[in-house]
């Protein structure tokens, strides 16, 4: 069973840091591309950046390029999402993705495994 667990959410000021971790079990994350989505109710999901499983090169997008930074440990099966320079329009529900398939990042808006998502709050 695919499931992704995520963590490392809050809430935090503006120009703050957080570091999301997503810790997957039920398949072997050395194989496969990683993402993260964010969402906010009411919203389309927006797709915030991957990583490939091969050479762990990153894909960012625009409102993100920067100022956050994608990184894999297979080892402990964790993907993680480096996020400085916070802004309350990064205020959303931040998921990992995955599609089981890829091992590049260019379907990656069309990834549809996911797990539970944590809350990131900029706010003064």
């Known amino acids: 069973q695919v499931q992704f667990v995520e963590s490392g959410g809050g809430l935090v000021q503006p120009g703050g840091s957080l570091r999301l971790s997503c810790v997957s079990s039920g398949f072997t994350l050395d194989y496969y591309a990683i993402g993260w989505f964010r969402q906010v109710p009411g919203k389309e999901r927006e797709e915030v950046s991957c990583?490939?499983?091969?050479?762990?090169?990153?894909t960012y997008a625009d409102p993100v390029k920067g100022r956050f930074t994608i990184s894999r440990d297979n080892a402990k099966s964790t993907v993680y999402l480096q996020m400085n320079s916070l802004k309350p329009e990064d205020t959303a529900v931040y998921f990992c993705?995955?599609?089981?398939?890829?091992?590049?990042?260019?379907?990656?808006?069309?990834?549809?495994?996911w797990g539970q998502g944590n809350q990131v709050t900029v706010s003064s």
């Open positions: 990583i490939t499983s091969l050479d762990g090169s990153t």
């Open positions: 993705e995955t599609d089981l398939l890829s091992i590049q990042c260019s379907n990656f808006h069309n990834f549809n495994y």
